[in-house]
C-alpha cells in the first residue's frame, strides 16, 4: 500500500489527538481519584475522630448502651456499613453492621485508638491516624494515655466509585468529540494544505513525461498559491528553453551534415582527381601525331585502367551512400564463405602466396541477405590479402556461440595499429595506395542491417582478425 502524505498526514494528526486526550484523561482520572480519595478518608477520618471522643467515658465504663447508641447515630452516614468498638482487651463490645456484603475494593476500613487521656492533655487531636489497610495500631501508653479500646469503622466507596466512572465516561465521551473535531480538521486541512502539493507533483511528473504544456491554475494568495505560480513560471521557462534547444540542435544538425557533406566532397573530389587527370595525360600524348603506336597502346591501356577505377569507385560509394535494404532468406553461412573462397583470385601481378584455410563448424540456417554477405565477406577477404605483402595465411572459421553464428576472418599480414583500429570502418579511410577506403565501411553497413555486430582484433599468428557475429 502506498501511503500518501495526505494519508500520512491525517493517520498522524489522528494519532496524535488520541494519544494527547488518552495521556490527559489518565491524568485527570488519577488526579480526580486521589482527590476523592482523600476528600472520602478526611470525612471518614473525622467521623471516627468524634466517634472516639464521645465513646471515651462509656468505653471506660463499658457502657454498651451508650456505645450502640453512638455505634447507630454513625451508621445512618450513607458511607458507614459497619461499626466495631472493643475494649482494651480486644472484646467486643459493639459490633453493628447494615448487612451489606461489599467486595474488598468498594470498602475502606478506619480505625481509631482511643485512650484514657488526662484532662491537661486534653483537646489535642494530632494522635488521631487513619489505617486504611485494617491493620491495628501499637498499643502506646505513653504520653497519650492508657489505652482503654479500639474503634473500627468499615465505608463503603460506592458513592467514589459511581462519582469516578461518571467522570470517566465524560472524559471518555469528551476525548470521542475531541478525536471526531480533530479527524474532520486533519481532512480539512489535508484538503486545503496536501492537496495542492498532490498537484504540483503530477504537473511536474506531466513535464517530466514530455507534457510541456502543462500550467495549473492559481486560486490561493498564500504560500502555495506562490509556489503554484512559481511552478507555472519554470515551466514557462523551460518550454523557452526547450524551444530555444531544438532550435540550436537543428542548426548544429545542418552544420554537421554540410561539414560531412564537404568531407565527402573533397574525398570524392581527391579520388576522382588522380584517374582523370592519368586519362587527360594519356588522351593528349595520343592526340600528338607523331606518337608511336606502342605508346598509344600502353595509354589506352592506362586509360582503360583508369576507368575501371572510377567504376569501382563510384560502385563503392553508392553501396556506401544508399545501401539496399537485406533481403533476408534462410541460408547456410558455410555455403557462403565456400563461394567466396573459390571465386576469389589473387591478381598474377601482384607477385603474391596466399593459402587460404577453412575451419568450418556446422551451423543452422538462418535468415540473411546472400549477396550483402557475399559483399561483406568478399571485402573483408580482400582486405585480408592487401594486407599479406608477399606471402602469408588467410584462415576462415565459422562457430556458433551465446549471441548466435560467429564468423571470424583472420590474415597473417602487417596488422592494424591499435590507434588506427578504430578508426578503419570510417568512410574513405585507408592505408592502401589503391583502395578507396570503403570496403571496411560498406562491411560494417551490411552487418549493423543485419543486426549483428563486428569487431577488430590482433590475430595470434600476427596480423588482424575480424570478427563477424549475426543473430540467429
Given at each position: 500500500?502506498?501511503w ?84 482494651e ?74 462519582t ?12 470521542t ?73 537543428r ?44 605508346i ?29 535494404p ?52 568478399l ?79 590482433d ?14
Open positions: 500500500m502506498k500518501g502524505l495526505n494519508i500520512k498526514f491525517i493517520f498522524i494528526t489522528i494519532f496524535l489527538i488520541v494519544f494527547i486526550s488518552l495521556m490527559f484523561s489518565i491524568i485527570l482520572v488519577y488526579q480526580s481519584r486521589k482527590a476523592l480519595l482523600y476528600e472520602f478518608a478526611k470525612r471518614g477520618q473525622s467521623l471516627v475522630q468524634n466517634l472516639a471522643l464521645n465513646a471515651e467515658l462509656p468505653l471506660l465504663l463499658e457502657n454498651k448502651e451508650t456505645l450502640k447508641t453512638l455505634a447507630q447515630n454513625l451508621l445512618r452516614e450513607n458511607d458507614v456499613q459497619k461499626v466495631r468498638i472493643v475494649n482487651h480486644n472484646t467486643v463490645l459493639v459490633d453493628i453492621s447494615k448487612g451489606r456484603t461489599l467486595w474488598w475494593w468498594q470498602q475502606e476500613k478506619i480505625s481509631q485508638p482511643v485512650y484514657l487521656i488526662p484532662e491537661g492533655a486534653r483537646g489535642s487531636t494530632d494522635d488521631m491516624s487513619l489505617y486504611l489497610d485494617g491493620s491495628r495500631p501499637e498499643q502506646n501508653t505513653g504520653a497519650k494515655g492508657q489505652l482503654i479500646g479500639t474503634i473500627e469503622v468499615i465505608f463503603s466507596r460506592e458513592g467514589i466509585i459511581e469516578l466512572n461518571r467522570i470517566r465516561w465524560w472524559i471518555f465521551f469528551s476525548a468529540i475531541a478525536t471526531i473535531i480533530g479527524s474532520v480538521g486533519a481532512v480539512y486541512f489535508s484538503y486545503t494544505l496536501i492537496r495542492p502539493i498532490q498537484r504540483l507533483a503530477r504537473a511536474t511528473s506531466s513535464i517530466a513525461r514530455g507534457n510541456w504544456e502543462e500550467r495549473m491554475d492559481v486560486s490561493r494568495d498564500d504560500e502555495l498559491g506562490e509556489l503554484t505560480d512559481s511552478f507555472n513560471i519554470m515551466a514557462s521557462s523551460l518550454m523557452k528553453k526547450k524551444q530555444e534547444l531544438e532550435t540550436t540542435y542548426e548544429l544538425s545542418q552544420k554537421e551534415r554540410m561539414a560531412e557533406i564537404g568531407k565527402f566532397s573533397m574525398m570524392i573530389a581527391h579520388e576522382l582527381k588522380n584517374p582523370i587527370g592519368i586519362i587527360k595525360g594519356s588522351v593528349d600524348i595520343m592526340s600528338k601525331t607523331d606518337t608511336k603506336a606502342e598509344k597502346a600502353t595509354m589506352v591501356r592506362y586509360i582503360q585502367d583508369e576507368i575501371k577505377r572510377l567504376n569501382r569507385l563510384i560502385d563503392d560509394f553508392l553501396s556506401f551512400a544508399k545501401p539496399q537485406p533481403q533476408k532468406a534462410l541460408s547456410d553461412i558455410n555455403t557462403i564463405i565456400e563461394k567466396v573462397t573459390t571465386h576469389f583470385m589473387i591478381p598474377e601481378e601482384a607477385h603474391k602466396k596466399i593459402t587460404l584455410h577453412r575451419s568450418l563448424d556446422p551451423l543452422p540456417a538462418i535468415a540473411i541477405d546472400d549477396h550483402q554477405i557475399y559483399q561483406a565477406l571485402n573483408l577477404l580482400s582486405n585480408a590479402a592487401q594486407a599479406i605483402t608477399q606471402q602469408g595465411d588467410i584462415y576462415f572459421k565459422t562457430d556458433v556461440s551465446d549471441a548466435g553464428v560467429r564468423i571470424q576472418v583472420s590474415d597473417t599480414g602487417v596488422g592494424i595499429p591499435d590507434p588506427e583500429k578504430e578508426k578503419v570502418f570510417d568512410p574513405f579511410y585507408t592505408t592502401n595506395a589503391t583502395g578507396t577506403g570503403l570496403g571496411l565501411s560498406i562491411v560494417k553497413k551490411i552487418v549493423d542491417n543485419h543486426s549483428g555486430h563486428i569487431q577488430i582484433s590475430f595470434t599468428g600476427g596480423g588482424t582478425t575480424f570478427t563477424i557475429r549475426l543473430p540467429m
